[in-house]
T-cell receptor, first 108, second 114 residues
Framework: RKEVEQDPGPFNVPEGATVAFNCTYS??????FFWYRQDCRKEPKLLMS???SGNEDGRFTAQLNRASQYISLLIRDSKLSDSATYLC?????????FGKGTRLHILP | DTAVSQTPKYLVTQMGNDKSIKCEQN?????MYWYKQDSKKFLKIMFS???????INETVPNRFSPKSPDKAHLNLHINSLELGDSAVYFC?????????????FGQGTRLTVV
């Protein structure tokens, strides 16, 4: 099993819709999890951190399921500006491991 | 007031050359990393340093040699560049090593080997 796995997409979603991504991880000892956003030709930027069951920030909700070893990101009322690649990341104590990213296209 | 800064932003060079990328963070963080993002956009960790000491070397060829003169700087020197080294190299930093820390990235160095 890969350390961090994500569906690469692309997800093509109409503006205003709700979209959700999942990410699975292999190290059951991991304690903190992150969603990063990466725009084309830019660096990854931290979107949300998840340390316990979940976290909400405006239209974005991240949830953690330790039993099944996955985290999810839910985007409500999607905007054109949400189009980007979303990277799941897992802290394995001495390194932060990234998934391959999920591409999201919001359609007008 | 860039938090993690890398130079140069773009680097085009011929096969066989040696080149260096510099990284500096002004966040006071203890831990720094080098990541490589290839053409398929996979962001893969290469090295991890904590307080100038090498912690992780993810089976990177020894043509790649990181150097950390102090905890605010982590440079990457690459010898005998190959076509497959073409990628975007990101420097990142974290407040500390540990289970509850996130990474903050520089803007990346786009290396093209011709």
């Amino acid at each position: 099993r890969k350390e961090v796995e994500q569906d690469p997409g692309p997800f093509n979603v109409p503006e205003g819709a709700t979209v959700a991504f999942n990410c699975t991880y292999s190290n059951s000892a991991s304690q903190s999890f992150f969603w990063y956003r990466q725009d084309c030709r830019k660096e990854p930027k931290l979107l949300m951190s998840v340390y316990s069951s979940g976290n909400e920030d405006g239209r974005f909700t991240a949830q953690l399921n330790r039993a099944s070893q996955y985290i999810s990101l839910l985007i409500r009322d999607s905007k054109l500006s949400d189009s980007a690649t979303y990277l799941c990341a897992v802290n394995n104590y001495d390194k932060i491991i990234f998934g391959k990213g999920t591409r999201l296209h919001i359609l007008p | 007031d860039t938090a993690v800064s890398q130079t140069p932003k773009y680097l085009v060079t011929q096969m066989g050359n040696d080149k260096s990328i510099k990284c500096e963070q002004n966040l006071g963080h203890d831990t720094m990393y080098w990541y490589k993002q290839d053409s398929k956009k996979f962001l893969k960790i290469m090295f991890s340093y904590n307080n100038k000491e090498l912690i992780i070397n993810e089976t990177v060829p020894n043509r790649f040699s990181p150097k950390s003169p102090d905890k605010a700087h982590l440079n990457l020197h690459i010898n005998s560049l190959e076509l497959g080294d073409s990628a975007v190299y990101f420097c990142a930093s974290s407040p500390e090593e540990g289970w509850f820390t996130e990474a903050f990235f520089g803007q990346g160095t786009r290396l093209t080997v011709v």
